[in-house]
DNA sequence: GGGCAGTT
DNA sequence: AACTGCCCC
């Protein structure tokens, strides 16, 4: 659950396509991706791929397809997970964990009553991702031979940093909180531009490109004021305010220019004034513009897929179909075609 | 989400 | 070649 502020940031979008990103290097949020997995890759009536020990396997097919593909796109894929979190977002897990255990008793209800479309959207919003996905998950991208790091604390942070140091060309995350973290280039739905079925109709799903500077450019706004957008609406260490979305939001810090002024003049939100401890507000503001560095820089290399591993970790325990591993390894081995390089100048 | 085969 | 539908584990 990231920050809400996609219909304010949409004038800056740019949409591209897979070769555009040809060469480049992508720091991706691997919790953010992975969980995505974990959530859409199911049958009809909500159930997850497993194993034959009932091991849900659908972070793991979604990731290994998925990092072929940008591969063969000659696009190098590093995997940013998380760290231990900031005390301030263990509060918001909570919260988080208690719905999910709601929406977990919806769905065996609907699996029940034979509601299998009710059953797979509870079945998606009570996914959760535990640590034994996390360590395989990271154990197979080993195997492949891409590279992944563990951030200091937040991922999308690290991976805002290594844009800004240069070490990536961009982040690639569905949330925009790389973008309060103050990322250069965020890249969304990082997957083939194809269209896809979504409740029974076909919608495009075009690869979304935001540059932070034309963010700000278009709402003639500071970094810090949209971290300030963002800390009213809801961010992951803070729950944002009743009734305030990112249209309110987005007006006050324009009108008064920072959260201290709308404050100090007492405005009300739906009756309620908007009150925050000056403290708080300031940590808040230093988890975005303080990033931590890594005690060590990180160093990534992509290397050979290990063929043994991948085939004994993917066949032999997680039961994939011989077939498509062999073919997935065959893909990852080969040499890339050589792809005709997209001029985006006009755009970078 | 992505592969793949069957269809137009 | 583009599109649809089913399957993957």
Same mark, same amino acid.
């Given at each position: 659950?990231?920050?809400?502020?996609?219909?304010?940031?949409?004038?800056?979008?740019?949409?591209?396509?897979?070769?555009?990103?040809?060469?480049?290097?992508?720091?991706?949020?691997?919790?953010? $991706?992975?969980?995505?997995?974990?959530?859409?890759?199911?049958?009809?009536?909500?159930?997850?791929?497993?194993?034959?020990?009932?091991?849900?396997?659908?972070?793991?097919?979604?990731?290994?397809?998925?990092?072929?593909?940008?591969?063969?796109?000659?696009?190098?894929?590093?995997?940013?997970?998380?760290?231990?979190?900031?005390?301030?977002?263990?509060?918001?897990?909570?919260?988080?964990?208690?719905?999910?255990?709601?929406?977990?008793?919806?769905?065996?209800?609907?699996?029940?009553?034979?509601?299998?479309?009710?059953?797979?959207?509870?079945?998606?919003?009570?996914?959760?991702?535990? $640590?034994?996905?996390?360590?395989?998950?990271?154990?197979?991208?080993?195997?492949?031979?891409?590279?992944?790091?563990?951030?200091?604390?937040?991922?999308?942070?690290?991976?805002?940093?290594?844009?800004?140091?240069?070490?990536?060309?961009?982040?690639?995350?569905?949330?925009?909180?790389?973008?309060?973290?103050?990322?250069?280039?965020?890249?969304?739905?990082?997957?083939? %531009?194809?269209?896809?079925?979504?409740?029974?109709?076909?919608?495009?799903?075009?690869?979304?490109?935001?540059?932070?500077?034309?963010?700000?450019?278009?709402?003639?706004?500071?970094?810090?004021?949209?971290?300030?957008?963002?800390?009213?609406?809801?961010?992951?260490?803070?729950?944002?305010?009743?009734?305030?979305?990112?249209?309110?939001?987005?007006?006050?810090?324009?009108?008064?220019?920072?959260?201290?002024?709308?404050?100090?003049?007492?405005?009300?939100?739906?009756?309620?004034?908007?009150?925050?401890?000056?403290?708080?507000?300031?940590?808040?503001?230093?988890?975005?513009?303080?990033?931590?560095?890594?005690?060590?820089?990180?160093?990534?290399?992509?290397?050979?897929?290990?063929?043994?591993?991948?085939?004994?970790?993917?066949?032999? *325990?997680?039961?994939?179909?011989?077939?498509?591993?062999?073919?997935?390894?065959?893909?990852?081995? *080969?040499?890339? %075609?050589?792809?005709? *390089?997209?001029?985006?100048?006009?755009?970078?």
């Amino acid at each position: 659950m990231g920050v809400k502020i996609s219909t304010l940031i949409k004038p800056a979008l740019t949409e591209i396509t897979l070769p555009n990103l040809l060469g480049k290097k992508i720091a991706i949020d691997a919790f953010n $991706s992975i969980y995505q997995f974990l959530a859409t890759i199911r049958q009809p009536d909500g159930t997850p791929l497993r194993d034959h020990q009932g091991n849900v396997t659908s972070h793991l097919s979604g990731l290994l397809f998925r990092t072929l593909r940008l591969i063969e796109n000659d696009i190098k894929p590093l995997y940013v997970f998380d760290g231990p979190p900031h005390e301030l977002k263990s509060q918001i897990v909570q919260e988080r964990r208690e719905k999910r255990e709601e929406e977990k008793h919806k769905m065996l209800q609907a699996q029940d009553e034979g509601d299998f479309e009710e059953a797979m959207k509870h079945a998606q919003a009570s996914s959760k991702l535990t $640590s034994e996905m996390i360590e395989e998950s990271k154990q197979m991208l080993n195997y492949m031979g891409v590279p992944y790091i563990e951030a200091p604390h937040d991922g999308e942070a690290e991976a805002a940093r290594l844009t800004n140091e240069g070490l990536v060309w961009a982040c690639s995350s569905q949330d925009y909180d790389s973008l309060l973290f103050g990322s250069s280039r965020l890249v969304r739905n990082l997957t083939m %531009s194809r269209t896809r079925r979504v409740k029974g109709t076909t919608i495009e799903v075009q690869i979304e490109y935001y540059f932070l500077e034309k963010v700000l450019n278009e709402l003639k706004i500071t970094r810090e004021q949209l971290i300030d957008i963002g800390i009213l609406v809801g961010v992951d260490f803070f729950p944002g305010f009743k009734g305030l979305g990112e249209k309110t939001a987005y007006k006050l810090i324009k009108e008064n220019g920072s959260i201290e002024t709308i404050i100090n003049k007492g405005i009300e939100v739906r009756n309620t004034p908007i009150e925050i401890d000056l403290e708080l507000l300031n940590t808040l503001r230093k988890i975005f513009l303080n990033v931590k560095k890594p005690d060590k820089i990180p160093n990534f290399v992509w290397k050979k897929p290990d063929e043994e591993k991948l085939r004994e970790l993917l066949i032999e *325990q997680k039961n994939f179909s011989e077939e498509r591993v062999s073919s997935a390894i065959k893909r990852l081995v *080969q040499k890339k %075609s050589q792809k005709s *390089q997209v001029n985006l100048d006009r755009f970078f």
